[in-house]
């Protein structure tokens, strides 16, 4: 049940772009995105509601895909601080909330 | 403005003994939860509660324990503690779509 993102691990220079994806077995009604850096908690980014619209960071844009099972997240432009580790959330049940498996993005000056 | 707080932020146990780690918020969230997070790995949920005197497992609930007895706080009980729940903890709270997380509670189990 737990969703999965890919790729596991990504490196980027300063500018480039990026996208993280977060696959669920079933449709995914909304989803959070979080950034996590080493011994801190997850940092809340953005959200992507079940509609569509999304709410959080200018820089950073989501989507869902056509059956909803799959959620991409968009960073534009990275900048030496987009480096950690990013996470999506969902409810799997009633406020029965999991995270994906995580994905490393390291970018480099 | 408290938030979740967490406590002990640090502790070191032995195999076999027993601890709880704290939990609190001020912001009067029905929705609380308890996630573990390995080094290097994602964050697991272990427990979570709707409101106070609900409960509900998680994904890895094993060697765990938890209450609600009142809106604010959610203990989570590690009995008999094993080197396998070396691990962050982390408490969160939530009010519709925004979760807020604690600090993390860093447990070794030697």
């Not at chain 1, 056509?66 to 991409?72: A, C, D, L």
């Not at chain 2, 997070?37 to 497992?57: E, F, N, R």
């Not at chain 2, 809106?71 to 009995?79: G, H, S, V």
Request: with cysteine; hydrophobic share 35%.
């Amino acid at each position: 049940q737990q969703p999965v993102q890919s790729p596991q691990a990504v490196i980027l220079r300063e500018g480039e772009d990026a996208v993280i994806n977060c696959s669920s077995s079933k449709a995914l009604y909304s989803v959070h995105w979080y950034r996590q850096k080493h011994g801190e908690a997850p940092v809340f980014l953005m959200i992507l509601l079940k509609g569509g619209e999304q709410k959080g960071h200018e820089k950073i844009s989501a989507s869902f895909n056509e059956k909803k099972q799959q959620s991409s997240l968009y960073l534009t432009a990275s900048q030496l601080s987009y480096s950690g580790t990013y996470f999506c959330g969902t409810d799997i049940a009633s406020y029965k909330y999991i995270f994906g498996t995580g994905t490393r993005l390291k970018v480099l000056a | 403005n408290a938030g979740v707080t967490q406590t002990p932020k640090f502790r070191i146990l032995k195999i076999g003994q027993s601890m709880t780690l704290q939990c609190a918020q001020d912001m009067n969230h029905n929705y609380m939860y308890w996630y573990r997070q390995d080094p290097g790995m994602g964050l697991k949920l272990i427990y979570y509660s709707v409101g106070a005197g609900i409960t509900d497992k998680g994904e890895v609930p094993n060697g765990y324990n938890v209450s609600r007895s009142t809106t604010e706080d959610f203990p989570l009980r590690l009995e008999l503690a094993a080197p396998s729940q070396t691990s962050v903890y982390f408490c969160a709270s939530r009010e519709g779509n925004t979760i807020y997380f604690g600090e993390g509670s860093w447990l070794t189990v030697v």
